[in-house]
């Protein structure tokens, strides 16, 4: 099984992931790609942290 994170890092990862997609379907790939570097200082041992590191990539190559 997988561990724990702390509740507390979790929601700090969730806040700032989801924050970035918000800009990023607003039209703002910038704000975007600088609030999920902030939610990937805070790795998780799930998924969605697979899927921020993939937005990551996707981001990094579109926006100069």
């Avoid at 039209?27 to 990551?56: H, S, T, V, W």
């Amino acid at each position: 099984s997988l561990p724990e994170a702390p509740p507390r890092e979790t929601a700090r990862f969730y806040a700032h992931y989801y924050v970035g997609k918000f800009h990023e379907a607003n039209g703002d790939p910038k704000k975007a790609l600088e609030e999920i570097r902030r939610a990937l200082q805070e790795p998780l041992p799930y998924f969605m942290d697979a899927c921020a590191r993939e937005d990551l990539k996707r981001l990094e190559k579109n926006v100069q």
